[in-house]
C-alpha cells in the first residue's frame, strides 16, 4: 500500500495518491467479508428529486431482507419511514440542507430537530433510531473555520444524542483542508465525517478515504458515498478507511449506495475466486482524485493537475491535457 507509511500532514508535493492495493490484504478482507457483514455497513440511499413511496417501501424490503444498517433518505420522508421501519432493528438516515449545504445554523438546527421529534413521535421507540447526515458550507469553510464548527455543533445539539455524519464534500476541497474539515468535525462531536453527498465533483475516492481516516483516527467513523455500485469498489474503499478489522464495523464505517443489491450479488462472485479478483489490476487514474478535475473550481483543479504532473502513474493520462 502506497499510503501506509505517510502522514496526512506530510508535504502534498511528496505524496503519492494511493493506488495499489496488495492482494494478500485484499484477500484477507474478502474473506471475511460475508455478504451480511456486507449488509450490516451499508445505509441504502436514494435521494433523487423524484422518488415516491414505492421506492422507499422497497428499500425497506432489501433492508429488512439482507440486513442493510440504515435507509438513507431526504428529510421528507420522516412522515413514511419510521412507520415502515417500527419494530425493526434498520434505521432511519436523513440528510440535512442536501445536497448544498447553504443553509443557515439556525436552519440546519431547526431541521434536524423537528426530524427527530418527528421520527420518535411516529415510530414511538425512543432514541438510537435515527441517524442524520448534514453537509457543511463549504464555501463559509474555507474562509471561516469557526463558522464550520458552529454548524455541526448546532446540529449535534439538536439531534438530542442520535448519530450525526458530517459530509465535507471532499472533491472540493484540497488535500490539506480536507484534514483541516476532519479536525473540525471531530472536535464538533460529531460522529461520522463522510465524503460526498454523491452530488458532488467526485465520489468516493480510497485516497480521501484514507485522508479522512488519518486524519480522524480509530475511534471516529467514515463514510464513504457517492459512485459505489459494485463490490471491487468498495473492497478498495474499505482498505483505504477500515484496514483493521476493529474498523469494519457500523459505528466506525459505513458504505452509502443506491445500488445495494449489485454490491452484493457482486461481493458474491469475488468471494467464490478471492486470489483472483484480489490481482486484477486497476488503471490507477480511474481510482484517484487527482484524475477527475472537470467538475472542480480551478483553484483545486490546479493544484491537483499539479500533483498528477509529478505523479509516478502519469503515463497513464499522457494524452490528457494537464
Known sequence: MVATALSPTLDEESRVPLVEFPPQ???????ELTPEKVASLIDVTDLKADTQEPKIRKMVNWALDYGFYSICV???????????????????????????GKGSVQSKRRQAAEIVETSRN??????????????????????????????????????????????????????????QACGVVKEAGASFVK????????????????????????DMGVKAAGGIREAMTLLRLIYAGANEPELRDPLRFRIGT?????????????????????????????????????????????????????????????????
Open 25 to 31: 490484504d485484499l484477500v484477507e478482507i474478502i474473506e
Open 74 to 100: 431526504n428529510p421528507v420522508e420522516v412522515d413514511l419511514l419510521p412507520t415502515l421501519l417500527k419494530g425493526s432493528p434498520v434505521k432511519e438516515c436523513y440528510v440535512l440542507d442536501f445536497p448544498l
Open 122 to 179: 411516529l415510530r414511538g421507540e425512543g432514541p438510537g433510531k435515527i441517524e442524520l447526515d448534514m453537509v457543511i458550507n463549504v464555501g463559509r469553510f474555507k474562509r471561516d473555520r469557526d463558522y464550520t464548527g458552529e454548524e455541526i455543533e448546532a446540529v449535534v445539539q439538536a439531534a438530542d444524542g442520535e448519530l450525526v455524519k458530517v459530509i465535507i464534500r471532499s472533491g472540493e476541497l484540497t488535500e490539506e483542508e480536507i484534514i
Open 195 to 218: 465524503n460526498s453527498t454523491g452530488m458532488d465533483a467526485l465520489g468516493a475516492t480510497p485516497e480521501h478515504i484514507w485522508l479522512m481516516r488519518e486524519a480522524v483516527g480509530p
Open 258 to 322: 443506491s445500488g445495494p443489491l449489485n454490491i452484493i450479488a457482486t461481493m458474491n462472485w469475488i468471494r467464490s475466486s478471492p486470489q483472483a479478483w484480489a490481482e486484477a489490476k486497476v488503471i490507477p487514474c480511474t481510482i484517484c482524485p487527482h484524475g477527475q478535475t472537470a467538475k472542480q473550481r480551478r483553484e483545486v483543479r490546479e493544484i491537483y493537475m499539479k500533483r498528477c504532473r509529478l505523479c509516478p502513474f502519469r503515463q497513464y493520462r499522457k494524452d490528457k491535457d494537464f
